[in-house]
Structures are given as structure tokens and as C-alpha cells.
């Protein structure tokens, strides 16, 4: 059961455009949310994370929004960057599970110069 | 921001023998630490919570006398992978917090059973 969906596998994006990450789901438990960037063969690090008191977060180039009655939220980095190329994952915590993540299955982000 | 180290980075072993994984939270006291596993193109699992001073809880299907994990002090946690084999063979991933809702992970350990 994949509590935590990222649909979209791939995403490919010009150099100064805008990169919209997906994210979806299904524990109504999750109350905080958070993306995280890796490398192969390094850990995640962290670049962004959102309550669910709240709807939008912004970082930088870096803005999650959080839809809870879709049960959706979106990663969006603008101007996209070549050093983002990377594994993006959602992660989403809370309830009596406060702490342990369940992680998205990841999207693969290529920016192309 | 809080540092989490992860040692070794990679190991290769012979299947049978043991592998310990170590992971300290360099500038900060966690009393959770969390361990997960990945296998490659597929999401990060969680294996377990270790907690410092107690054993740690496992999640479903995860075999405890298979990967032991010992917190024994705030800025370590040990996972040993037990007579490993090839299916053990993965990507290990430890993380700690220091209070807040941030999470911080290692660096990871790339671990081949030949």
C-alpha cells in the first residue's frame, strides 16, 4: 500500500524555466510534509517541508503547496537550475507515527542547460 | 544546520559474515534515530526507530534478529546486518532529529554481499 505517490517517474526542463514536482497522498494522518533532494549512492538532504495548518511554503527558488482536500501537494522550483538535476522525494509524517517518514517513490529532475 | 555522519560509505562482504553501520549525530543529542533501506530506482524504506536506551521497534516485515540495532549513547546508533546475504545487498540510510520536525540524514551505505 503506497501511502505516499509520485506519479510522475521523470520530468525534463529547460534552464530558467519553472520545474513542478507531484505529489499525492492517502493517510489522512500526515500533518507535516517534506522534500528532499538525492544523489545516487549519497543521503537526502532536505530543502523544504510544510504543515498542514498551512497551504503554501516558500524558500528561495523553492515553493511547496499543500492541498488537503486533494490530498496533493507540489514542489515547484523557479528559475530551474542545471545543479538541480537530481532524485526529488515527498515525504509525509504524523499521528501516532510522528517522525518516521513514508517516502514518495521519487522523480528523477533533469534541467536541461 | 545539524550533521548526521554515516560510516562506512560502502562495504563489500562475503555472504555470512556480519557488517555494523554506524551513524552519529555530530553536533546535537538525538534520541531517535531512524533507519531506512533502499533499493535502487525504488522509494526509501523505513526499518526502524532506534531509540536511545531501548530497543528499537522494528516495522512489519523487517526481521529483527536479522538487522540489530543498538543506540546505546545520544549521537550513536550501530545497525549490524547478521550473517548477510546477496538479497541484503542495498542502499542503507540512517537519519536523526534534534527536536524539531527536521529530519537529517547520512550519507548512506552502499552495501554489496558478494
Known amino acids: 500500500d503506497q501511502q505516499v505517490k509520485q506519479n510522475s517517474p521523470s520530468l525534463s526542463v529547460q534552464e530558467g524555466r519553472i520545474s513542478i514536482l507531484n505529489c499525492d497522498y492517502t493517510?489522512?494522518?500526515?500533518?507535516?510534509f517534506l522534500w528532499y533532494k538525492k544523489y545516487p549512492a549519497e543521503g537526502p538532504t532536505f530543502l523544504i517541508s510544510i504543515s498542514s495548518i498551512k497551504d503554501k511554503n516558500e524558500d528561495g527558488r523553492f515553493t511547496v503547496f499543500l492541498n488537503k482536500s486533494a490530498k496533493h501537494l507540489s514542489l515547484h522550483i523557479v528559475p530551474s537550475q542545471p545543479g538541480d538535476s537530481a532524485v526529488y522525494f515527498c515525504a509525509a509524517t504524523g499521528g501516532t507515527s510522528y517522525g518516521k517518514l513514508t517516502f514518495g517513490q521519487g522523480t528523477i529532475l533533469t534541467v536541461h542547460p | 544546520g545539524a550533521v548526521v555522519s554515516q560510516h562506512p560509505s560502502r562495504v563489500i562482504c562475503k555472504s555470512g559474515t556480519s557488517v555494523k553501520i554506524e551513524c552519529r549525530s555530530l553536533?546535537?543529542?538525538?534520541?531517535?534515530m531512524f533507519w531506512y533501506r533502499q533499493f535502487p530506482k525504488k522509494s526509501l524504506m523505513l526499518m526502524a526507530t532506534s531509540n536511545e536506551g531501548s530497543k528499537a521497534t522494528y516495522e512489519q516485515g523487517v526481521e529483527k534478529d536479522k538487522f540489530l540495532i543498538n543506540h546505546a549513547s545520544l549521537t550513536l546508533s550501530t545497525l549490524t546486518v547478521t550473517s548477510a546475504h546477496p538479497e541484503d545487498s542495498s542502499f542503507y540510510i540512517c537519519s536523526a532529529s534534534e527536536g524539531n520536525e527536521k529530519l537529517f540524514f547520512g550519507s548512506g551505505t552502499q552495501l554489496s554481499v558478494l
Open positions: 553536533d546535537f543529542q538525538a534520541t531517535t
Open positions: 493517510n489522512s494522518m500526515f500533518d507535516y
